[in-house]
């Protein structure tokens, strides 16, 4: 199972960032897939979801409005779109699956928001 984060970097306040997930080793099209993230010296903050056919999605109060999660399955790839960044986004994203009960983590990509 691999997972590769990509598309993080340093934006302003009210910029928009798309986060990419590229997935191999499972059958994607069949895994429910998800986002969370790492601000400094925080916790893990569960941020969104997304059913394996992409006919569902959930999130997190303090994203809902601003993120929205999708997949191209012929692409094995999940997707964050982030816009209206606030400073309190700033964090390590890190796009993830559970496969037969075990929670595999890619290495995760670091959005910074500051002017």
């Known amino acids: 199972v691999q997972l590769v984060e990509s598309g993080g970097g340093l934006v302003q306040p009210g910029g928009s960032l798309r986060l990419s997930c590229a997935a191999s080793?499972?059958?994607?099209?069949?895994?429910?897939m998800s986002w969370v993230r790492q601000a400094p010296g925080k916790g893990l903050e569960w941020v969104s979801n997304?059913?394996?056919?992409?006919?569902?999605?959930y999130y997190a109060d303090s994203v809902k409005g601003r993120f929205t999660i999708s997949r191209d399955n012929a692409k094995n790839t999940v997707y964050l779109q982030m816009n209206s960044l606030k400073s309190e986004d700033t964090a390590l994203y890190y796009c993830?699956?559970?496969?037969w009960g075990l929670g595999y983590w890619g290495q995760g990509t670091q959005v910074t928001v500051s002017s």
């Open positions: 993830g699956t559970n496969l």
């Open positions: 080793g499972f059958t994607f099209s069949s895994s429910y």
């Open positions: 997304i059913y394996s056919d992409g006919s569902n999605t």
